[in-house]
């Protein structure tokens, strides 16, 4: 079932089943890895201050409904084009990379190499000094921009399978960079 229709100036569609919404068009940003986060933020917080569900609490019960699904949205869409590793994962989907597939593909036997040498070190982390466990994390984080900074060349070029590899990349050493304890890209 496809609804579409006219909400306090903004068009609503929606499929019944069908994957959320475009998150790029919701906040009215082309398609892309490379986003103005500052913009993203000011869109959000305008969105959210015109379809909060409070704004709508004398409204009959279809409008509450919407503008509660269209805040759910806001909010998701936000948190999904807000972290670099999500935006890849969600522009991936976006231009149909089946990401099940993806994962099944190998990231390469370097890769795979440096992420099992980084993980020892990161087991051995109770026993390094604060000098060590600094440059762990900044080694952990290279690695890191190498592989987002990969991503975004591949996205621009439209080079999806190579662009999947670096998304994969990304995935484990945010998991590293977390276990760390450090958050610092």
């Known amino acids: 079932m496809w609804l579409r229709r006219e909400f306090h100036g903004l068009t609503v569609n929606a499929t019944a089943g069908a994957m959320a919404r475009d998150y ?4 009215n940003i082309e398609p892309s890895f490379t986003i103005d986060e500052i913009a993203l933020e000011q869109v959000y917080h305008s969105l959210l201050s015109q379809f909060h569900p409070d704004r709508y609490a004398g409204k009959p019960q279809v409008e509450q409904r919407v503008a509660a699904q269209f805040c759910a949205d806001i909010n998701a869409g936000y948190r999904t084009l ?20 993806a994962e099944r593909e190998s990231v390469g036997a370097e890769f795979l190499m440096t992420q099992i040498l980084l993980r020892e070190r990161l087991e051995t982390m109770a026993e390094l000094d604060q000098a060590e466990h600094q440059a762990l994390v900044s080694e952990i984080n290279e690695h890191y921009g ?10 621009q070029q439209t080079e999806w399978q190579g662009a ?5 990349e990304m995935c484990y050493l945010e998991k590293l960079v977390d276990a760390t304890g450090s958050r610092g890209r």
């Open 24 to 27: 790029f068009s919701l906040f």
């Open 82 to 101: 807000q972290g670099e590793v999500s935006r890849a994962q969600y522009l991936l989907q976006h231009n149909g990379i089946d990401l099940k597939a």
């Open 146 to 155: 190498a592989s987002r900074d990969r991503f975004a060349a591949a996205a």
């Open 164 to 168: 999947a590899r670096c998304w994969q």
